[in-house]
């Protein structure tokens, strides 16, 4: 069974980024779950979202203590939340990490150039998503279908667009 925790800003999309992976795994043939933990947070608060993906039946229903890849939406992120999974998964143009195996892509210029903005933040879920999904050696359909699921009309479009240029996109650091 391969763990995920996915670190957020509250507004960024980490809860809907879980949803579409668990969705896009279950498409890939697999069992999934997604789990959000957040309390009475606000926009800009850290929110931790959890995903399981495996082969077999899931029966653990439990928060993440320990997983096997984290994926962090913001570098700011990095000053707040202790990220110590072997494989990271970040979005940044640059990053500065010395974990095992780390992925970047830059979802926030995707979503900046595609003008997926709320309150003038850039909304990176579905860019992540993308990001996630190559990693996680999913076939892009899978992702694009979950898309399908959760968003509709000129959205569904543009968030079909943001996944797959971060699927395009990211990238292995060699540090």
Same mark, same amino acid.
């Given at each position: 069974?391969?763990?995920? /925790?996915?670190?957020?800003f509250g507004g960024q999309g980490g809860v809907t980024a879980a949803r579409l992976l668990a969705i896009a795994a279950l498409n890939e043939?697999?069992?999934?779950?997604?789990?959000?933990?957040? !309390? +009475? =947070?606000? $926009? !800009?608060? #850290? @929110?931790?979202?959890?995903?399981?993906?495996? *082969?077999?039946?899931? $029966? $653990?229903?439990?928060?993440?203590?320990?997983? *096997? &890849?984290?994926?962090?939406?913001?570098?700011?992120?990095?000053?707040?939340?202790? @990220? $110590? +999974?072997?494989? @990271?998964?970040?979005?940044?143009?640059?990053?500065?990490? =010395?974990?095992? =195996?780390?992925?970047?892509?830059?979802?926030?210029?995707?979503?900046?150039? #595609?003008?997926?903005?709320?309150?003038?933040?850039?909304?990176?879920?579905? +860019? /992540?998503?993308?990001? /996630?999904?190559? @990693? #996680? !050696?999913?076939?892009?359909?899978?992702?694009?279908?979950? &898309?399908?699921?959760?968003?509709? !009309?000129?959205?569904?479009?543009?968030?079909?667009?943001?996944? =797959?240029?971060?699927?395009?996109?990211?990238?292995?650091?060699?540090?």
């Open positions: 069974m391969l763990e995920i /925790m996915i670190l957020s043939g697999k069992f999934a779950q997604a789990i959000p933990q957040f !309390g +009475a =947070e606000r $926009r !800009g608060a #850290l @929110v931790r979202s959890f995903l399981r993906i495996s *082969d077999n039946p899931i $029966r $653990r229903h439990s928060s993440v203590k320990n997983p *096997d &890849i984290t994926a962090v939406f913001s570098e700011k992120i990095l000053n707040i939340a202790d @990220v $110590r +999974a072997k494989t @990271v998964v970040i979005n940044s143009k640059q990053p500065k990490l =010395e974990n095992e =195996e780390v992925y970047y892509v830059d979802a926030s210029s995707i979503a900046l150039e #595609l003008g997926l903005i709320s309150a003038g933040w850039p909304i990176v879920n579905t +860019a /992540m998503a993308g990001a /996630m999904a190559k @990693v #996680l !050696g999913f076939n892009f359909e899978s992702l694009k279908l979950a &898309i399908g699921e959760i968003f509709s !009309g000129r959205l569904a479009e543009l968030n079909v667009k943001a996944a =797959e240029k971060a699927y395009g996109g990211v990238k292995r650091w060699n540090a």
